[in-house]
């Protein structure tokens, strides 16, 4: 598999993880919404700051590609 391709799946999984987390932790009363907006919101430009969108989209351009 290309690295695209596992980069992509732990950004998703861990999204996916961060996401199960924070649902728990609002149910628990530790923490509020408004932290945890502000928490996905600098995580995104996180994100963007070291092109991970752009690497994204790559990977879904050449997918299917091979490299001789």
């Given at each position: ?10 950004l998703v999984v ?20 408004a932290a945890l ?12 700051m070291f092109g ?17």
């Open positions: 598999m290309g690295e695209g391709f596992k980069l992509a799946i732990i861990s999204f996916m993880i961060m996401s199960g987390a924070s649902l728990g932790m609002i149910s628990l009363g530790k923490v509020d919404v907006k502000e928490l996905f919101s600098s995580l995104g430009t996180l994100a963007a991970i969108p752009g690497i994204i989209s790559a990977w879904i351009v050449t997918r299917g590609q091979t490299v001789p």
